[in-house]
């Protein structure tokens, strides 16, 4: 009896952290899709509509399947992602969506479109997720370039991810507090910065940030970027970046600046609304961090 291996190979991976050179050689002649996010604003009450287009890189003919499942990013607001099976979360928009053909055979460097339509019900808020599934065999050809037995079946799959926002109701506000400077525990010198960022409105998020640190005679003496954090409503993470340079001994002005529409921009959209703190900081010799003052 062969064994079933279910492997994820997902068109957003790249996009969130996996490395080009780990991905396997066989991966390159898995199907991939023309859009990995879709992104929409449909009023309550009406539809949408689009496409997306699946193309067969290989000289094989692919079976392929499709089907929703909800998704939530994990809790430590790294934009590392788990699935879960269509309408298991509050936030799921699979019940929103059909598309059309669900399964389909790709001929050898070949495409398909598949339709699909975005039904929003009347009175809905906020924003809803989901992910379209394309799961397919690996061949004969594709089981040998990636070391796997003839006797296994690795069904691998990509995804595209949808963003719907049900328009006018979409509310992007965030809580920045717990500001932290402190010297590295590496003892290099190293100043590092850390906030902790929390998703206070109804749509996801993700964050571009960076701060800078002005002397008394207002010039900039550091700055820096904060790391990207993904969350959904609700969701938490830590921004944090670090100054490697020794600083003259003085007062500073910390000013931390903080784009709540990152996502928006990137997929070509209007942005969201900006976060500016400022907090003073007394440096004492050697990068010592003598005294925080309170974010305003």
């Given amino acids: 009896m062969s064994k079933r291996l279910n492997t994820m190979i997902m068109g957003i991976c790249l996009a969130i952290g996996v490395v080009f050179c780990c991905r396997p050689l066989w991966a390159e002649s898995l199907p991939f899709m023309n859009q990995s996010k879709i992104r929409l604003s449909i009023p309550a009450g009406q539809r949408a509509f689009g496409e997306i287009t699946l193309d067969n890189p290989s000289d ?43 399964d389909l055979v790709l001929p050898a460097f070949g495409k398909q479109k598949i339709n699909y339509a975005v039904s929003v019900p009347p009175g809905a808020k906020g924003e809803r997720f989901a992910t379209l599934f394309f799961e397919t065999a690996l061949g004969k050809g594709e089981l040998a370039s990636s070391g796997r037995s003839a006797g296994l079946d690795v069904n691998v799959r990509v995804a595209t991810l949808f963003y719907i926002e049900v328009k006018d109701t979409v509310e992007r506000s965030a809580k920045i507090d717990n500001l932290k400077v402190k010297p590295s525990a590496d003892g290099s010198g190293a100043l590092e910065i850390s906030l902790d960022f929390e998703n206070t409105g109804n749509s996801d998020i993700t964050t571009s940030g960076s701060f800078n640190l002005m002397n008394s005679e207002g010039l900039v003496s550091a700055r820096g970027a904060f790391n990207s954090v993904y969350t959904l409503g609700g969701g938490k993470g830590v921004l944090s970046s670090a100054w490697k ?21 990137d997929a070509g959209l209007e942005g969201g609304p900006v976060i500016t703190k400022e907090a003073s900081v007394t440096i004492g010799e050697n990068n010592q961090v003598v005294r925080v003052g309170p974010l305003k």
Avoid at 71 to 99: H, M, R, V
Avoid at 254 to 259: E, I, K, P, R, Y
């Fill in 245 to 265: 340079e020794k600083l003259p001994a003085g007062e500073y002005d910390l000013v931390v600046t903080v784009d709540l529409g990152k996502a928006l921009t």
């Fill in 60 to 102: 094989e003919v692919k079976i392929v399947h499709l089907y929703l499942e909800d998704w939530y990013y994990q809790p430590d607001g790294s934009g590392a992602k788990e699935f879960l099976p269509a309408n298991s979360l509050p936030s799921s928009a699979c019940s929103w969506i059909t598309f059309s053909p669900a």
